[in-house]
């Protein structure tokens, strides 16, 4: 029997987002904290979707810090 693919669409994937990261945010107190946090992951997943066949232009909206601290940044590499 075929295995069912179940597709998420972008607002499935920011929702969720969303969700994890008011989990773990002790310090919400508006309803526009929440419409801002959304906002944000939604530009995100929109940007990512545009990209999608570019992965790594991903990478460009990170500093070269949070990207040494992933391991993703090396003297070889450092166009990344």
Do not use: W
Request: glycine residues 2%; aromatic residues 8%.
């Amino acid at each position: 029997m075929a295995e069912q693919v179940t597709q998420r669409n972008k607002l499935d994937v920011v929702m969720e987002l969303t969700h994890l990261h008011l989990q773990h945010t002790a310090e919400i107190d508006s309803v526009d904290d929440i419409q801002e946090i959304f906002t944000k992951y939604y530009a995100l997943v929109t940007y990512c979707e545009e990209k999608e066949k570019e992965p790594y232009k991903l990478q460009e909206l990170l500093n070269d810090e949070l990207l040494f601290k992933v391991g993703m940044l090396t003297e070889h590499n450092p166009s990344y």
